[in-house]
């Protein structure tokens, strides 16, 4: 982490919405708004670093994402396509190591087959973690791993916290939402017990380093008691 940074933070997880709002305000298709938010998480993933982040989980496509028309979900698609195949480079080479939370094997096989060769790539990586929610959604995940503990024992919040898709990774500090919406649209649900939540106005296309560092500076000012006083 560099000097004047703010430090005790770990694990950032961004709610990156505005993307059609941004585009709707200048009479642009909702595709350049997601080409324009692809821009953004390219910085952010590059801040994510310099800042000294162990962990970046970023939420690009949930559950819900399906519902929207085929068009715009193909658009998602070829731009993750592309985000890999013109970013993986650079980012195996400064050490992030890329991971998927939800079930991206509802993909179409070319993608899964492009997320899984750039997991491998990474895998030995230990900078910074890149989380990336594909078909995510907390409460499938919370179900999913209650299953998995109350097959194996006693179910406990820490025998839950083992089998989230989140297991190995440092606990969640700072969860930000962009574009002045207020909740949390079942993200990482379990893993927000303690974190820090934090709203800004801000579309996700205009969202810049300098956004992030105003994030992290507001949870460096705040008091965290975990329940306790
Ligand atoms: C919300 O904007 C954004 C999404 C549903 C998708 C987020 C995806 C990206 C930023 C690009 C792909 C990601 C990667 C990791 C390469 P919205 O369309 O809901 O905006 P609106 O609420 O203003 O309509």
Known sequence: MGAGEPVGVR?????????????????????????????????????????????????????????????????LMGLMKRFILSDLDEFAQAGVRLRIIGDYSAFKPDVVELIDGAIARTASNTGTTLAVALNYGAQDEIARAATKAAAKGPITPETISAELDTADMPPLDLMIRTSGEVRLSNFLLW?????????????????TLDHLREALQCFSGRERRYGGR
């Not at 009479?27 to 910085?43: D, I, K, N, T, W």
């Not at 939420?59 to 193909?74: G, H």
């Not at 893993?191 to 969202?207: G, S």
Request: glycine share 8%; proline share 4%; net charge neutral.
């Open 191 to 207: 893993q927000c017990a303690y974190a820090e939540l934090y709203f800004t106005d801000v579309l996700w296309p205009d969202f």
């Open 11 to 75: 694990h950032v997880a961004i709610i990156m919405d505005g993307n059609g709002r941004w585009a709707k305000k200048r009479l642009l298709p909702r595709a350049m708004g997601h080409q324009r938010g692809v821009e953004a998480v390219r910085r952010v993933v590059r801040g994510a670093r310099e800042l000294g982040l162990e962990a970046l989980t970023l939420y690009a496509f949930s559950t819900e994402n399906w519902r929207r028309p085929e068009e715009e979900v193909s658009d």
